[in-house]
């Protein structure tokens, strides 16, 4: 019973519930109330109960739908208004609604394909909707359309306002200054309350007129017609600013935040202000909840991040300023900022990638030509710093960073003393940087290091807790060899700042020269330690993995960790890509570039691994799309021409390739790749006049380099003329003697049957050229492919005593020595592969080594690892075999010999193969 009671009790509380409360018609007074005293959100809510208790209260639909029309929110608006059109309210009343909303939620087309001839009976109706399609037109570039619609909207109500105002912009945006004012002036003639037109005569007088007084007067009068008029606050703001009225502009936003501090718009404008006294704390705490409520605009987050930035806040300033800028490319303040986070954090290449588009629009400005020049001077691109600050000079000669400019220009013309003391002054008066950087680059390109030190000492004066002039001492350092200088100098720029990468980098390459693996990899693993999310230190991880002989597989897992733990930077993906490229994954290397380019479709960079990742697939087809697209994205660069060369020639389609060639040339004449392609399609195809021409256009272009002539003697050799040939390698050595044309020339007369004659000058070459060491590794090779080991060994010894530091003379020596059966190879053969890592051929001969020494179980893993990186080389995989035969493996080395034997004629150790299945039989 007590059951049944409460039971009675639920259902009577619940239908006095049902009865209970303000009506539909209550809720709907109450909502129009609301609006008439501007309180949108209370308006929203009442109309929303009373659509819960009547759901077809049109009158209700078409109040909420022009609410959250006003409120900003057009897709709820759409929404709404389309209930209230279904629930048969007069079209004359729901469709001027809809269709503003309908633009407002961005889908213009539909406005001008819907309502493009719709008339409504009413003339206030039609002006409204006529409005919407004007502005609808506009949009989608349809100007006299646009135009028509507004005549057509004033001539339904000829004094409607909205379309006055849109009639106003009009003449203003065809140079008819006085017309758009005099409407403006109508406008606001007949109601003093228009905001709008207020706003549009200030912006016509500081645009148009360059009336300041006249401007501030317009934005004055627009806030007091309508104080939640945000963009005129910000234009009077900005000119009072402008105009050095700092406290004025300080002063109205004081009375804004008094009358309206909850509006986003109103703590924007005190963030800007606080951004102005320097008080970049405040502009913190002001910024922090708007980039919370509005994270994609960018105005806002270049707001946030500048003050970071200004805070030493650095990592937090690059993730504001990147976003910023991805949203809205090009934006001042943002990219200069960006660019110099990315300098102060030693990411170099990641401010170039942010400054290309402009430094390739021909139309850089000096600011940013002299961002690139210290990026340049950071990767130690010396040369291409001076070019960029040269430039720099022409576009503002009296800018102090681009007089530094000046004054490599005077070093650059031979001007030396001359341009090296403007530089010298410039540093000592400056409170800049830009003189220090260049000056120090100059002095490193003439090989004075002493001197670069000591303006690197000036550069530490005036940025004692930037750790990157201690950096740039550590590599001058290194440059003399002083490892235990360069040391202790990245040690101290870790000391200014622990998270600086490019100082871990540099000791971990210290590490790994001084043959401490172990200690370059703890530096990694605690950088790791500290951030789990440091892409840098997952890609240096990686190099070490190859480096030394971490295996394949684990350096791929540091390429995808990184790409996992840094989604959205570019680099990652592109070491990954490489990766799968450099392993023959051809299908892993396209997978991964597809997500990249997904992920990051601005990239170009992603883009041409997409473009190189379906050329190894074969898919010419798409990977000419690709190319043309990154042809588009970089106009002025010959790299995505290069690239559809390519792709036609896989389509067979020579016609298409040198179509492509030709217009890499027109944008860069001097071109070697393109010119040297076009030769190979010239002389593949008879066309020998044509490819003299062009031989003897790089000729001109080049006068004392050799590659005109090789490239004349290789159409003569083409055509079967090898006398005209060897006439033309012999100029080539006489007007451009260089190892390239000796090497040539040697090799052609051992050809032509003159062995004497070849020796003659191979010994006269090297007594002129003691320090020509591509010459002397030639000669070891000549002796390495006539099996006269002792002769090789000798000569690539003879190229170790000038640069003991040569990894493929190393790797020669220790597989010479392997096949002399001489102790001492595998040590070799290590240094080689520390030295470049990852390379099959050096892998290889390390694997021989370590087994020749008894480490047969690393020797088999090394080798499985590169056949799997280049699984196409026989050799490698003949070599992986007898390491199986080795190690007792006789299946695993069966295996691998029949693929070898299904080569055929393919292989020429088919006679090793047979023999080597006999014992593994």
């Not at 209370?42 to 819960?52: D, E, R, Y």
């Not at 004033?154 to 006055?164: E, F, H, I, S, T």
């Not at 549009?200 to 009068?221: F, H, S, T, V």
């Not at 890592?837 to 179980?857: H, I, N, S, V």
């Amino acid at each position: 019973m007590k059951h049944s009671l409460t039971a009675v009790a639920i259902t009577v509380a619940a239908l006095l519930a049902a009865c209970g409360g303000p009506s539909e018609e209550e809720l709907l007074a109450t909502a129009k109330q609301s609006l008439a005293q501007n309180d949108s959100k209370s308006a929203t809510i009442s109309l929303k109960s009373a659509l819960q208790k009547n759901p077809d209260l049109a009158e209700a639909r078409l109040l909420l739908g022009t609410t959250l029309l006003a409120m900003g929110d057009a897709a709820g608006a759409v929404v709404e208004l389309r209930k209230a059109e279904m629930l048969k309210l007069p079209e004359a009343r729901v469709v001027p609604a809809l269709a503003r909303a309908t633009l407002a939620a961005g889908d213009e087309r539909r406005v001008v394909q819907t309502w493009g001839a719709t008339r409504l009976g009413q003339p206030e109706a039609d002006a409204d909707l006529s409005t919407t399609l004007a502005m609808a037109y506009l949009r989608l570039d349809q100007t006299p359309k646009a135009e028509q619609a507004v005549e057509a909207a004033l001539q339904a109500q000829p004094g409607y306002a909205p379309a006055k105002l849109l009639k106003a912009r009009q003449l203003a945006a065809r140079a008819d200054l006085d017309g758009a004012l005099r409407l403006t002036d109508e406008l606001t003639g007949a109601d003093a309350r228009n905001a709008e037109a207020w706003l549009l005569k200030g912006q016509l007088e500081q645009y148009g007129r360059q009336d300041r007084d006249a401007a501030l007067a317009a934005y004055r009068k627009a806030v007091e017609a309508d104080p939640r008029q945000m963009t005129a606050h910000q234009s009077l703001v900005a000119l009072l600013v402008a105009a050095g009225d700092v406290a004025g502009a300080e002063a109205h936003v004081q009375q804004l935040a008094k009358k309206l501090p909850d509006l986003a718009g109103t703590r924007l404008l005190q963030a800007q202000t606080a951004y102005l006294r320097s008080d970049f704390e405040g502009v913190r705490r002001l910024t922090q909840p708007l980039v919370q409520a509005a994270p994609n605009n960018p105005l806002v987050l270049q707001l946030a991040g500048a003050a970071e930035y200004q805070l030493r806040a650095l990592p937090q300033a690059e993730t504001l300023l990147a976003q910023a800028v991805k949203l809205q490319p090009g934006m001042p303040l943002a990219t200069r900022l960006l660019a110099e986070t990315y300098l102060r954090t030693g990411q170099a290449d990641k401010t170039l990638a942010l400054l290309q588009p402009e430094l390739d629009s021909g139309k850089a400005r000096a600011e940013t030509l002299l961002l690139a020049g210290q990026a340049y001077l950071q990767i130690g691109e010396a040369r291409q710093a001076e070019a960029v600050f040269a430039q720099a000079a022409k576009v503002a000669p009296q800018n102090p960073r681009a007089r530094t400019a000046v004054a490599l220009g005077k070093i650059g013309r031979g001007d030396t003393s001359a341009g090296l003391g403007e530089l010298e002054t410039l540093a000592a008066h400056e409170s800049g940087v830009g003189a220090d950087m260049a000056l120090i680059a100059s002095y490193l390109r003439q090989g004075d290091r002493a001197k670069a030190l000591k303006a690197i000492d000036g550069l530490d004066a005036k940025r004692p807790q930037d750790p990157t002039p201690e950096l740039m001492r550590g590599r001058v350092l290194l440059l003399g060899n002083d490892r235990a200088g360069a040391r202790a100098a990245f040690g101290r720029a870790l000391e200014r700042d622990a998270s600086y990468f490019p100082a871990v980098a540099s000791l971990a390459a210290l590490d790994l020269a001084e043959g401490k693996a172990d200690a370059a990899r703890k530096r990694f693993d605690d950088e790791l330690a500290r951030d789990p999310k440091n892409w840098r230190a997952m890609l240096a991880l990686a190099e070490w993995h190859e480096r030394t002989g971490g295996g394949a597989d684990a350096a791929s897992t540091q390429y995808a960790a990184a790409v996992k733990a840094a989604p959205n930077e570019a680099l990652p993906r592109l070491r990954l890509i490489d990766d799968r490229l450099a392993r023959r994954d051809t299908r892993g290397a396209l997978s991964a570039a597809r997500e990249a380019v997904a992920a990051l479709p601005s990239s170009r960079e992603l883009l041409a691994a997409l473009a190189r990742s379906e050329l190894a697939n074969r898919d010419y087809q798409q990977a000419l799309t690709s190319f043309q697209k990154l042809a588009q994205l970089q106009p002025r660069s010959p790299a995505g021409l290069l690239g559809q060369a390519d792709a036609y020639l896989g389509l067979k389609d020579e016609a298409g390739a040198e179509r492509s060639l030709k217009a890499a040339l027109e944008l860069a004449p001097r071109l070697l790749p393109a010119q040297r392609a076009l030769l190979g399609l010239y002389a593949g195809s008879g066309r020998y006049a044509e490819a003299v021409a062009l031989a003897r256009e790089i000729q001109k272009q080049r006068p004392g380099e050799a590659i005109g002539y090789l490239a004349e003697a290789d159409v003569e050799t083409a055509r079967r003329k090898p006398e005209a040939a060897l006439a033309l390698i012999r100029s080539a050595v006489q007007k451009a003697p260089g190892a390239e044309s000796a090497i040539r020339l040697h090799a052609t007369l051992r050809a032509a049957g003159q062995g004497d004659e070849a020796e003659r000058f191979a010994a006269s070459w090297q007594k002129q050229h003691p320090d020509d060491i591509a010459f002397r590794f030639h000669l070891g090779d000549l002796a390495l492919a006539t099996k006269d080991w002792a002769a090789a060994e000798a000569r690539y010894r003879d190229v170790l005593q000038r640069q003991p530091s040569n990894p493929m003379a190393l790797n020669n020596v220790a597989w010479l020595m392997l096949q002399q059966h001489k102790p001492g190879a595998l040590a070799l053969a290590e240094k080689a592969n520390t030295l470049a890592p990852g390379q099959p051929a050096l892998r290889d001969t390390l694997a021989l080594a370590a087994a020749a020494e008894g480490q047969l179980p690393r020797a088999l893993q090394l080798q499985k690892e590169t056949v799997q990186r280049s699984p196409d080389s026989p050799s490698l995989r003949l070599t992986l075999a007898k390491l199986m035969l080795q190690s007792g493996d006789k299946t695993g080395a069966r295996a691998e010999l029949d693929k070898l034997a299904k080569l055929g004629p393919g292989f020429d150790g088919q006679a090793e193969v047979a023999e080597l299945l006999k014992k593994a039989s």
